[in-house]
């Protein structure tokens, strides 16, 4: 019996595990023209021919709000990358399909189709009314990103420095109106204080779509140990970012990366690990991580570290799995 080899196990083992991308910005290169989403591109990270060769299954997308729409037309912004993503999938409905229920996810365990979660990062698109975050549930969206890096009215974005405050009164009730509605609150770019809030104040699990540890790289926008404990006792999910800023303070590979794996395995177990690669919202990439059809080699550094198969299929998209089945099962049920 011939033995198999680390990277033929690797391969096995990624081409069969649910992959989730919890955070891409792609929309916005398909809402710029810069290329076309059905064909293998040289430019940026991710379109539907590199995530078959990277085998995604689950690809969040986020509609992402630029500065120069905020606040006054941030709604307006938000439905026309909204837009762009339902006519890909409608124009793909063989290779595509929108996830916005349990029975979606649980369909494309026997599906050839990719997965879109519609997520938005930045609250300014809710336009301060309740009324169209559930607008906006209609519309599939799934997941938002309470802020980007600056302060708007639900609560501050992490760049707004150490003095950063909580939720508003508006994002308490926002929180609350997602959980109603079995939508995924979103923490990273929430400043530290909003952060304890949203966990103090929310009845479901939430995540950080892509953020990575603070005591590996002591970047602002990654977790602490305190922060990653708590998010795990809540039940959540961090999705490693492949940002090098993020990863390293120099030199950022996919080895460094590993490392983020390693200390948030270490400190609260493997089911509290995703993936949030924010390809194409990062001007560079790791080495080894140079676009979404390098992920296989991410599954073969986590065989050569010595992490069990069901481990690494968990954190390669079963723990966000396990997440979006938990909130999406919880709409309508009543919160505290």
């Known amino acids: 019996m011939v033995m198999e080899s680390l990277k033929e196990r690797a391969h096995r083992l990624h081409f069969k595990s649910l992959v989730v991308d919890a955070h891409c910005d792609t929309l916005l290169d398909i809402a710029y023209g810069k290329r076309n989403f059905n064909y293998h591109s040289e430019i940026g990270h991710l379109d539907l021919p590199r995530m078959r060769i990277g085998g995604i299954k689950v690809q969040f997308m986020a509609a992402f709000i630029e500065s120069e729409?905020?606040?006054?037309?941030?709604?307006?912004?938000?439905?026309?990358?909204?837009?762009?993503?339902?006519?890909?999938?409608?124009?793909?409905?063989?290779?595509?399909?929108?996830?916005?229920?349990?029975?979606?996810?649980?369909?494309?365990?026997?599906?050839?189709?990719i997965g879109i979660v519609l997520s938005i990062e930045g609250g300014e698109a809710l336009a301060e009314d309740l009324g169209v975050l559930r607008c906006l549930h209609r519309l599939g969206v799934r997941s938002i990103g309470l802020t980007w890096n600056q302060r708007n009215s639900l609560a501050d974005g992490v760049g707004e420095g150490p003095k950063a405050g909580g939720l508003s009164g508006l994002g308490r009730q926002v929180v609350k109106e997602m959980n109603k509605l079995g939508m995924l609150i979103d923490v990273s770019h929430l400043a530290e204080k909003g952060f304890w809030d949203v966990l103090e104040e929310s009845s479901q699990p939430v995540i950080a779509s892509h953020s990575n540890c603070q005591a590996i790289c002591p970047h602002p926008r990654n977790l602490t140990d305190n922060q990653i404990k708590a998010l795990a006792q809540k039940g959540g999910v961090m999705?490693?970012?492949?940002?090098?800023?993020?990863?390293?303070?120099?030199?950022?590979?996919?080895?460094?990366?590993?490392?983020?794996?390693d200390h948030i395995t270490q400190l609260v177990g493997p089911q509290h690990v995703g993936l949030g690669s924010d390809f194409d919202g990062i001007e560079e990439t790791p080495k080894g991580l140079e676009d979404v059809t390098?992920?296989?080699?991410?599954?073969?550094?986590?065989?050569?570290?010595?992490?069990?198969?069901?481990?690494?299929?968990?954190?390669?998209?079963?723990?966000?799995?396990?997440?979006?089945?938990?909130?999406?099962?919880?709409?309508?049920?009543?919160?505290r």
């Not at 940002?243 to 460094?256: G, R, S, T, V, Y």
């Not at 073969?300 to 909130?327: C, H, K, P, T």
């Open 239 to 261: 999705g490693m970012n492949f940002a090098p800023a993020f990863i390293h303070i120099e030199d950022a590979d996919l080895e460094k990366l590993l490392n983020h794996v």
């Open 294 to 335: 390098k992920l296989p080699a991410l599954t073969l550094g986590l065989v050569r570290r010595g992490y069990s198969e069901e481990d690494i299929a968990a954190m390669l998209g079963g723990n966000f799995y396990r997440v979006m089945m938990e909130v999406f099962n919880s709409k309508g049920k009543e919160v």
């Open 69 to 113: 729409y905020k606040p006054e037309r941030s709604l307006k912004r938000a439905l026309q990358l909204l837009d762009f993503a339902h006519g890909e999938i409608a124009a793909n409905p063989n290779e595509l399909t929108l996830v916005t229920s349990p029975q979606d996810l649980i369909r494309l365990q026997q599906e050839h189709r």
